[in-house]
């Protein structure tokens, strides 16, 4: 708390003299070629309307939402089209207006779930509203009125991970927040959306800001930001000057925006590994989810659209575009005139941690901050690994101070034990260690194959958990019924537990453990038994394999 208030104690000074805080410095890092100007040249363009939306209805992480209308019906530009089920699923609205075609499967560009239910709208060039909502003076609401107005209006997180702001905030409620941070830090090659957003839009972007922090009754908000934005941190500048805002300085390097690199960055303090930012009062926000709480308090328009990068070069006029939610990627792709010669590789994110698209009819989601067109000399054909020489670049590299050579070979002998012991779960996947290897071994992919195979095998043992959970209670219901169907004169045989004797429903693993332990032993006793009677022959061996005495 001391260190933050230090940082504050000055704030007015410092507007004044038009100097930031300097952030502290973090561990690790690397400085890739960021291909950012191309996409910087033009201002941010409105789309035109596609003839076809597709809105996937899970956006984020957590659950699907349910829809509310049906082919058939017509719909209009902010009208609610399926409802949250519970809070890591969002509210969704129909971007424009125009008539429900189907509710159908469809490829999406969601990591976790590639086909998912989506609502199609034909839409019909009219882009007809709802009624006109008047502006809420957000000044006059109370807390308790503003957080439903936040909540109900679709956002989910816009750095790329997609985590539905709902949660977030009811997180955070329930902790005392000391901090704000606004993370403008876009570190990862290819990506301008929040640079393009802040140095056209600042003024919303504060007031996001300020909203937001009123409604988490935060002491202090700061926009973390890089050095080299020159252009949005002048803006900014310009915006904060009647503002309580503060802007924080991060070094150029990569993985600068990672939530733990920033807090760490901001507060000095590094955010234990099993802790969440709300524990160490803070609630981190990405600044495209900040200007949309802007949209929903301040001009009461729900989230239908979000900043996107159009760039690679397979485009020719790269740029960023206010897309809506829905937009097929391709039609994106024609807007700026692709060279489907020249086009080898289509990813959504950055070069470093974004995923490779298979199809572009798939639609824009909230997390969508960049789609690439990338030429085969942006995204060359993988290179065969080489052998570790053990350099020890990628431990110098590693943001979250891990030995990835290490975690390599234990992924290689799938050693769950050793993964764990040595933070695999610390791993972010930012992919630094693997830029620098000079082995171009795929470091992160091994890691990335690491954590699928263990949480499968804590599924399939969930899962076998459960069935041998259940085989014991169907087994002892069947021995109840066959117990009071017996007549009462039965003696029941002395070593059998009655139904109720035995815990219902439940698999000891510990007594599991000695059950095997004990197994285990007996053999090894067998073993031995049958060696001995090997080199004595006078000993004949039982069937069950124990030797005559
Ligand atoms: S950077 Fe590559 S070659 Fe060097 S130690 Fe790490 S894994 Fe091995
Ligand atoms: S991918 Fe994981 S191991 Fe590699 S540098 Fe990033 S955090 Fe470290």
């Given at each position: 708390m001391r260190l933050f208030r230090n940082m504050f104690a000055n704030s007015k000074l410092r507007k004044m003299a038009g100097v930031q805080s300097i952030a502290h410095s973090t561990p690790g890092g690397i400085t890739p070629h960021l291909h950012k100007s191309r996409s910087l040249r033009s201002k941010i363009m409105a789309i035109p309307i596609p003839p076809h939306l597709l809105i996937p209805l899970q956006q984020q992480q957590g659950t699907a939402s349910a829809a509310c209308v049906k082919a058939g019906d017509r719909v209009l530009k902010y009208q609610k089209i399926a409802d949250a089920t519970d809070s890591t699923s969002l509210d969704i609205y129909a971007p424009s207006?125009?008539?429900?075609?189907?509710?159908?499967?469809?490829?999406?560009?969601?990591?976790?779930?590639?086909?998912?239910?989506?609502?199609?709208?034909?839409?019909?060039?009219?882009?007809?509203?709802?009624?006109?909502?008047?502006?809420?003076?957000?000044?006059?609401?109370?807390?308790?009125?503003?957080?439903?107005?936040?909540?109900?209006?679709?956002?989910?997180?816009?750095?790329?991970?997609?985590?539905?702001?709902?949660?977030?905030?009811?997180?955070?409620s329930n902790r005392e927040i000391h901090t704000l941070i606004v993370n403008a830090a876009e570190c990862e090659p290819f990506i301008t959306a929040d640079q393009a957003l802040i140095r056209e839009r600042s003024e919303a972007v504060i007031q996001g800001a300020e909203i937001l922090q009123y409604a988490i009754n935060a002491k202090h908000c700061v926009i973390a930001i890089e050095r080299s934005k020159g252009d949005a941190i002048a803006a900014l500048s310009k915006s904060i000057s009647h503002s309580s805002v503060e802007i924080v300085i991060l070094d150029d390097k990569y993985p600068a925006g990672g939530e733990r690199q920033v807090i760490q960055a901001v507060s000095g303090k590094e955010l234990q590994a099993n802790k969440l930012p709300a524990d160490a009062g803070i609630h981190l926000q990405n600044v495209?989810?900040?200007?949309?709480?802007?949209?929903?308090?301040?001009?009461?328009?729900?989230?239908?659209?979000?900043?996107?990068?159009?760039?690679g070069e397979a485009l020719q006029t790269p740029k960023n575009f206010e897309a809506l939610i829905g937009t097929p990627v391709s039609f994106l792709f024609d807007l700026c005139g692709i060279d489907k010669k020249n086009h080898a590789k289509t990813v959504v994110g950055g070069s470093l941690m974004g995923i490779e698209l298979m199809d572009t009819s798939a639609p824009v989601m909230q997390s969508s901050n960049c789609l690439i067109a990338g030429s085969l000399a942006e995204f060359p054909d993988t290179i065969p690994e080489q052998p570790?020489?053990?350099?020890?670049?990628?431990?110098?590299?590693?943001?979250?101070?891990?030995?990835?050579?290490?975690?390599?070979?234990y992924s290689r002998s799938e050693d769950a034990q050793q993964l764990e012991d040595h933070g695999l779960f610390d791993c972010i996947e930012c992919g630094a260690?693997?830029?620098?290897?000079?082995?171009?071994?795929?470091?992160?992919?091994?890691?990335?194959n690491s954590k699928e195979q263990l949480a499968l095998s804590q599924e399939v043992f969930d899962t076998s958990k459960?069935?041998?959970?259940?085989?014991?209670?169907?087994?002892?219901?069947?021995?109840?019924?066959?117990?009071?169907?017996?007549?009462?004169?039965?003696?029941k045989p002395a070593n059998i537990p009655s139904a109720e004797e035995k815990p219902q429903g439940t698999f000891s693993k510990d007594q599991a453990i000695l059950d095997v332990a004990a197994a285990v032993s007996r053999v090894k006793a067998r073993r031995k038994n049958v060696i001995a009677s090997s080199e004595s022959p006078a000993k004949p061996i039982q069937a069950d394999g124990e030797a005559e005495t």
């Open positions: 207006s125009g008539v429900v075609s189907m509710i159908q499967n469809h490829t999406t560009i969601n990591p976790a779930e590639k086909e998912q239910l989506c609502i199609f709208i034909d839409t019909d060039g009219k882009d007809e509203e709802l009624a006109e909502i008047d502006a809420i003076e957000w000044q006059t609401l109370t807390r308790e009125e503003l957080l439903p107005v936040i909540r109900n209006a679709g956002i989910c997180g816009m750095g790329g991970a997609g985590f539905p702001l709902p949660k977030k905030m009811e997180t955070s495209g989810s900040v200007y949309a709480v802007y949209r929903a308090v301040a001009e009461s328009k729900p989230c239908i659209s979000r900043i996107t990068t159009l760039t570790c020489i053990r350099c020890g670049f990628c431990a110098e590299a590693c943001p979250a101070g891990l030995l990835p050579q290490q975690l390599l070979s260690c693997s830029y620098v290897c000079p082995s171009k071994i795929p470091l992160v992919q091994y890691y990335r459960g069935w041998q959970a259940r085989f014991q209670d169907h087994q002892y219901r069947i021995k109840k019924l066959k117990d009071e169907a017996e007549p009462r004169t039965a003696i």
